[in-house]
């Protein structure tokens, strides 16, 4: 069952707009959030994160907000430019005594048009 | 080297032959991380390693995925007889510790199974 669900498979956002990508969860253990970004034929790579007791973090053109009630994160840029076209993945983590893995969703492909 | 490393980046096998997919993490990296990324799906967890102990193997899908690191540096993801569904992009990731920013990915071996 999936655990981390982002319910957009795409957007389209003009350059210089805001673009907000939306992830949803069930897992009320997940203590770790994070976002990666993946251009094809590439492997993801880390964005931004945020613990599961805050509820933003920034960092540069990126911000995440994290809404632990309504089991609810999501990732803001802007000013959005087209070298952030790619697809975006939302993951979640659990620690257990093995280390952690994490949860993935299906991704968003986010295209930024001039 | 700099980043994560996987060999070989394309792999088409007959059903039923058996394939042996390489990674060489970043060095110095204890963690190492096995993803399966099927066509339009996130990643999943397949396994985990703590240099070269095997401490999480919850994900493989079945008993004819096998991993080792024996040396907790390259490691070594084996699939016998391979069947359709095998078919996706194996990611193997890395990481120094349990660190807040995600672990490094490498770019993936894309296995199609014909």
């Known amino acids: 069952d999936q655990q981390v669900k982002q319910n957009s498979p795409s957007l389209s956002v003009q350059e210089g707009r805001i673009s907000i990508l939306n992830c949803d969860y069930t897992?009320?253990?997940?203590?770790?959030f994070l976002w990666y970004k993946k251009y094809p034929a590439e492997g993801p790579t880390f964005l931004i994160s945020i613990s599961s007791i805050k509820d933003k973090n920034e960092d540069g053109r990126f911000t995440v907000f994290l809404n632990k009630s309504a089991k609810h994160l999501s990732l803001h840029i802007v000013p959005s430019q087209p070298g952030d076209s790619a697809v975006y993945f939302c993951?979640?983590?659990?620690?257990?005594?093995?280390?952690?893995?994490?949860?993935f969703g299906k991704g968003t492909s986010l295209l930024v048009t001039p | 080297g700099a980043g994560v490393s996987q060999s070989p980046r394309y792999k088409v096998a007959k059903r039923g032959q058996d394939v042996a997919l390489r990674c060489d993490p970043i060095?110095?990296?204890?963690?190492l991380f096995w993803y399966q990324q099927a066509l339009g799906q996130g990643p999943e967890f397949l396994t985990y390693f703590q240099n070269e102990a095997q401490l999480d193997k919850s994900g493989l899908p079945s008993d004819r995925f096998f991993a080792e690191r024996p040396e907790g540096s390259v490691s070594t993801l084996k699939i016998q007889r391979t069947q359709q569904e095998d078919s996706a992009v194996y990611l193997c990731?890395?990481?120094?510790?349990?660190?807040?920013?995600?672990?490094?990915f490498g770019s993936g071996t894309r296995l199609t199974v014909v």
């Open positions: 060095s110095g990296h204890v963690s």
């Open positions: 990731a890395s990481s120094a510790d349990t660190t807040q920013r995600g672990y490094t």
């Open positions: 897992n009320s253990m997940f203590d770790y």
């Open positions: 993951a979640a983590r659990t620690l257990s005594n093995s280390g952690y893995a994490l949860n």
